[in-house]
């Protein structure tokens, strides 16, 4: 069965440095989302991001954040300058017909911000 | 406002019983979905009800919606011990709810099916 593949599964950096959270959607999905999930907290929606631009974004996905799909398959979340509340599980996600309906999650990035 | 508040925070039966989660949520809606999460995993999707339903079902799930009450319930037939994980509501407010936001998640019910 089709899946999103998510790498790393762990990312460990200092405050201040730029992460890259790599993400290979399902290839037929057109609708790629990123979220986020702070340990005991819910999961908090990111971007959403279709036939190559954002199409929506919350208010945390300020300046520091960016998307990119930088070819046909890969989707990737850089955070430019990292911050110790960055601390999560990010989810790349995609869905195939609608945005915001029925959403494929990968297993996540635990991104540790020291 | 708390979008997608899901009640009990965690439920703990016999397998083979009925699990019965709840979710309520605040604005107006496209969709309502309900995802399952297993512990240090994706969230898996399980159904989607759209706002001009009511009722739908798909295996051992039964999903209601009341856009009256702003509320819907996921019931899990004849658990197994396989259902034991976090269930999370998550709506789709789109336009319709005041804003675009992707999809708005709530905390969750940890559910524990006893063998």
């Known amino acids: 069965e089709p899946e999103v593949t998510q790498t790393p599964s762990h990312q460990v950096t200092q405050m201040g440095q730029e992460v890259i959270l790599r993400c290979v959607p399902i290839?037929?999905?057109?609708?790629f989302y990123w979220y986020r999930q702070i340990l005991g907290q819910k999961v908090e929606f990111l971007v959403s991001?279709?036939?190559?631009?954002?199409?929506?974004k919350s208010e945390i996905f300020d300046d520091q954040f960016s998307v990119e799909r930088p070819d046909g398959s890969n989707f990737t979340l850089k955070i430019r300058s990292t911050k110790l509340e960055d601390s999560a599980m990010y989810f790349c996600?995609?869905?195939?017909?609608?945005?915001?309906?029925?959403?494929?999650f990968g297993s996540g990035t635990q991104l540790s911000v020291l | 406002s708390q979008q997608g508040e899901e009640d009990p925070q965690a439920l703990s039966i016999q397998e083979g019983e009925n699990a019965t989660m709840n979710c309520s949520y605040k604005?107006?809606?496209?969709?309502l979905q309900w995802y399952r999460q297993n512990s240090g995993r994706g969230l898996v999707h399980l159904i989607l009800?759209?706002?001009?339903?009511r009722e739908k079902h798909s295996g051992r799930l039964r999903v209601t919606l009341d856009t009256s009450k702003k509320s819907s319930s996921l019931l899990i037939t004849a658990s197994r011990a396989a259902d034991t994980a976090s269930y999370f509501c998550?709506?789709?407010?789109?336009?319709?709810?005041?804003?675009?936001?992707?999809?708005?998640f709530g905390k969750g019910t940890h559910l524990i099916i006893q063998p």
């Open positions: 996600a995609s869905s195939q017909g609608s945005t915001n309906e029925k959403l494929f």
């Open positions: 290839s037929n999905h057109l609708y």
């Open positions: 991001f279709y036939n190559n631009e954002i199409s929506e």
């Open positions: 604005t107006s809606i496209n969709n």
């Open positions: 009800i759209r706002s001009n339903e």
């Open positions: 998550a709506t789709d407010a789109g336009w319709a709810g005041g804003g675009a936001d992707g999809l708005t």
